[in-house]
């Protein structure tokens, strides 16, 4: 018995060691040469050879350019853009300075949707161009803090069918204490079609505090949409704050209302501050702008509001520090300026609101109305118009002085 279990040790010791051995043969250790290879995305992902290049050049059109191999990381996911992984589990990382194309993220305008791959550009990097062309999305791209995502003025339209936004920012259960803070969307235009219902926003911002938004150079038109929609939305929840918020040189169209920013559940908090609305083209709204609720620091100035069939111009609720200056209006509306900036008309608001230097073009239909107007500045306004200049309730403290105002009613105020 002995010599038999012996013998089984033997055998066994010997089949291990053989194991081994051919395990050994088998596998061979992957050698990096100091080199540059030029590739295809797809060629690189497949490269199962012994021997990788310590840098690549990719050729696909639209996503060229160098990767160079980061031997120690093991775990980065594959985004197309900057992150290519072979087939071996090698990580090569994309090299370059300034912004990052979402073309090389896989936004094409041959996509069928844009979303995923503009997400993907989202969340890898802090800068996104969208390169020139036409493109369609059908799922919306979460904003987050720190992002700018840009393109050449007029030279993209992003046409929305399936849905009315493009951009969006939500207050959930997993990101309720998150704000959205230093975000610039540049540039971009969008072509709303979607068959939807709903009241939403082709820019969506509902729920989180917000710090320094820009919106710029964008244009926009929801007149073949569905719904009554809007393009920029910014709801202030309830604990929440907005701060330096800068909207300037759209032209946007929207059958809602182009701009709203509101505060309606921070009662008697004036939650929204420096909040400034300049040079931008809205027409043919419901509303043109609308700023509601307790806010602080407002400026609107130097903008053409044109055939508004509501309001073109809304300050609604107790807010205070209110310039609207150098404004055009044109058209028809039922209302081209409507203001209520003290809670009683009673001048007791500390930071009244200042209307001066705005003017009509050609005759305007509609009229202006004051609710509670306070101790309103209203000064070398020049208006030509169907309507009245309305004074509803209380402006104690109220100055009127050095306006012109043609009516084609029979009074003027």
């Known amino acids: 018995m002995k010599r038999f279990s012996l013998f089984r040790y033997v055998v066994l010791l010997a089949a291990l060691w053989g194991l081994a051995y051919c395990q050994q043969d088998d596998v061979a250790p992957d050698v990096v040469l100091q080199k540059q290879d030029t590739l295809s995305v797809a060629s690189l992902r497949a490269l199962t050879t012994h021997t990788i290049p310590s840098s690549v050049q990719i050729t696909d059109a639209g996503k060229e350019g160098i990767f160079t191999l980061l031997p120690a990381d093991r775990t980065s996911p594959d985004d197309l853009g900057l992150t290519l992984v072979t087939a071996k589990g090698w990580r090569y990382r994309r090299m370059f300075t300034g912004a990052a194309s979402a073309g090389w993220f896989g936004v094409t305008t ?22 020139d062309g036409a493109y369609t999305q059908l799922t919306s791209v979460k904003l987050r803090s720190g992002l700018t995502i840009q393109s050449n003025p007029g030279k993209v339209t992003i046409t929305l069918p399936d849905t009315y936004v493009s951009l969006v920012s939500l207050s959930t259960a997993a990101n309720a204490i998150l704000p959205l803070e230093n975000v ?9 079609t979607s068959r939807q219902t709903g009241t939403f926003g082709t820019i969506y911002i509902d729920g989180p505090t917000v710090n320094n938004l820009t919106v710029q150079n964008c244009t926009s038109s ?16 309830a604990g929440k704050t907005a701060k330096n918020i800068v909207v300037r040189n ?21 939650a929204g501050t420096d909040i400034a609305v300049s040079n931008n083209y809205f027409h043919d709204c419901r509303f043109g702008l609308s700023l509601s609720g307790p806010l602080d620091g407002l400026t609107v100035a130097s903008n053409r509001i044109k055939n508004c069939s509501f309001f073109g111009i809304e300050i609604a609720g107790a807010a205070r520090n209110v310039s609207i200056t150098g404004n055009q209006f ?4 039922d209302k081209f300026l409507a203001g209520s900036n003290d809670g009683d008309g009673n001048g007791s608001v500390t930071g009244g609101m200042l209307v001066s230097g705005n003017t009509t073009i050609g005759t305007c239909t509609g009229g202006i109305q004051l609710f509670n107007g306070g101790a309103v500045q209203f000064t070398k306004n020049t208006f030509s118009m169907t309507g009245l200049l309305e004074l509803a309730h209380s402006t104690k403290g109220g100055m009127f002085t050095n306006n012109t105002i043609e009516s084609a009613s029979n009074k003027a105020i």
């Open 110 to 131: 041959s996509a069928t949707d844009i979303g995923p791959a503009l997400q993907a550009a989202v969340n890898a990097v802090d800068q996104v161009t969208i390169p």
């Open 184 to 192: 610039v969307i540049d540039g971009l235009s969008w072509q709303v």
């Open 222 to 237: 929801d007149v073949a949409a569905k719904d009554s929609t809007n393009w920029l939305t910014v709801k202030i929840q």
């Open 250 to 270: 759209n032209t946007i169209q929207a059958k809602r209302m182009a701009c709203e920013i509101f505060n309606h559940d921070n009662i008697g908090i004036y």
């Open 330 to 333: 044109e058209g028809v509306f």
